[in-house]
């Protein structure tokens, strides 16, 4: 975080009630599915070009994580181009690592070819308890030997990894990724049953695949990939970042809130089924393009259950956003968090800001609405509540601001600037 960015604030004029926004937003490459790939680089002897990557804060994490251990990064008119060739030894630089869960996907790709990866216990989002004993035991089915020195694991692997039969007792996004590229260069074939099927988890197997790695299952709960024991990918090859989808989604629950009409291009509508679903449900009027969508805010929402799953299920990074979209809608609505035990924090903020919000246990809330929401000082908790708080300040009556930004601008890019652009009030402040 720059100093700038820790003085930084948002101000945000609400709509109280209007529904005026209106006009195109084109929605940025996916976080979740450029972190993964950015990554697999290690996997490679050759560069490796990545197109629509966000400029984001965990992006920029991303590339450090890659300087630090010697990779070249380098934005060129085609996109950014790394290569891992001069990386010498797998050591994550801890700083960066502690302050982002996602930096745990170097492990496995880092692991294959290094035999050996330390890091610290990896940190991000205060959602909850995130463990990461799904990848240390996965490792050690794979042969490595797992120790705990001083504030780091040292996970070694003198002879390589081996391809071993991997039942992830949970469905983990982060661990299907990461053992997926550390099988990609074990010896012997390895499968991962229970995978996580979330489309990241696709486009990440896609894009091995293109690049030699024989990898089957893909979309699939079982993931089959034969490794070349050691040996590096070389075949120079292009990673093409999707549309967030968590953005896309994000954006049809503002435009279903306040928006006369909101174009949402540059989108994958196949990837937010769900959330659709849920949106049409609730009476949001929604029209489906190839690769854009149109959102209209309806007379009045009804209350609706949500009830977070793995994918294609509705997914639990919009489960924030839903609860304001919810608070304003007729009736009574359940929601129930299924995949994280801690990401309910944010709802007194939330009730303070004027909403009918009930927790009823740390992973269910009731919510009767409609109620106006009243503009509030508020601080971002992390990226997707953070989201949710600016989509609460620009529905609510009067003024608001919001603090620690730099959580919400870790997964949005230019998130005030495409918000201007389509009527809301809304500036970034240094104090
Ligand atoms: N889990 C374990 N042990 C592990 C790993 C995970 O028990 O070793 C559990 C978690 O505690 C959780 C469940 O498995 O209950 C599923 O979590 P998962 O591992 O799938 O989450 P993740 O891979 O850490 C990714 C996204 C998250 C998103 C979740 C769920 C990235 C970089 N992060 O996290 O995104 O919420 O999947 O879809 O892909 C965000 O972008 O703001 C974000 C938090």
């Known amino acids: 975080m720059s100093e700038n960015q820790q003085h930084e604030h948002f101000v945000i004029e609400g709509l109280a009630g209007k529904r005026t926004l209106s006009g195109t937003v084109a929605i940025a490459g996916s976080k979740n599915a450029a972190l993964p790939a950015l990554a697999a680089s290690v996997l490679f002897d050759a560069p490796v070009t ?25 934005q060129t008119d085609d996109g950014v181009v790394i290569t891992t060739s001069a990386v010498g030894n797998g050591r994550l630089d801890a700083g960066i690592a502690e302050r982002m869960r996602a930096s745990v996907v170097f492990t496995g790709p880092l692991l294959a070819r290094f035999r050996e990866v330390t890091f610290p216990h990896p940190g991000g989002c205060v959602i909850g308890e995130r463990p990461i004993d799904l ?19 040292v996970i070694t692997a003198p002879k390589g990894l081996t391809g071993a039969t991997l039942v992830l007792p949970v469905q983990s996004v982060t661990a299907t ?15 991962i049953s229970n995978a996580a099927m979330e489309p990241e988890v696709s486009h990440l197997a896609r894009f091995l695949k293109g690049a030699g790695v024989s990898i089957s299952g893909i979309g699939t709960p079982t993931l089959t990939i034969t490794g070349t024991d050691g040996v590096l990918f070389t075949k120079p090859h292009t990673y093409e970042t999707p549309p967030d989808r968590i953005e896309t ?20 509508p196949e990837e937010v089924r769900a959330p659709i679903e849920r949106l049409r449900r609730a009476g949001a009027v929604i ?19 949500v009830k977070t799953h793995e994918y294609p299920g ?6 924030a956003p839903i609860v304001v979209l919810l608070s304003q809608a007729e ?10 035990e801690g990401r309910l924090h944010y709802v007194d903020d939330l009730i303070q800001m004027g909403a009918e919000v009930r927790l009823i246990s740390d992973r269910e809330l009731l919510i009767h609405g409609p109620q106006q929401l009243s503009g509030r000082i508020l601080k971002s908790p992390d990226i997707r509540a953070g989201l949710a708080f600016i989509i609460a300040a620009s529905i609510a009556e009067g003024t608001s601001q ?30």
């Not at 990545?50 to 070249?72: C, G, M, N």
């Not at 997964?411 to 600037?417: A, Q, S």
Request: hydrophobic share 40%; net charge negative; glycine share 6%.
């Open 50 to 74: 990545y197109t629509h990557v966000p400029h984001i804060e965990d992006v920029k994490r991303t590339y450090e994580l890659l300087e630090q251990l010697d990779a070249t990064v380098k």
């Open 135 to 153: 990848f240390l035991e996965s490792f050690v089915r794979m042969g490595a030997t797992v120790e705990e020195r001083d504030d780091v694991y």
């Open 177 to 191: 990724e990461t053992l997926m590229m550390a099988a990609a260069l074990a010896s012997g074939t390895t499968i």
């Open 249 to 268: 989604g994000s954006f049809l629950i503002l435009g279903a809130l306040c928006a006369d009409k909101l174009h949402i291009t540059n989108c994958l």
């Open 287 to 305: 029209e489906i393009e190839d690769t854009s969508i149109v959102v209209q805010s309806p007379e009045a929402l009804q209350g609706v259950s």
């Open 314 to 319: 509705f997914p639990t990074d919009l489960q």
């Open 331 to 340: 009736g009574e609505s359940h929601i129930f968090e299924t995949i994280f």
């Open 402 to 431: 919001i603090y620690d930004i730099y959580s919400i601008d870790r997964g949005y890019e230019h998130i005030e600037k495409k918000l201007q652009g389509i009527g809301l009030d809304i500036r970034r402040v240094s104090e």
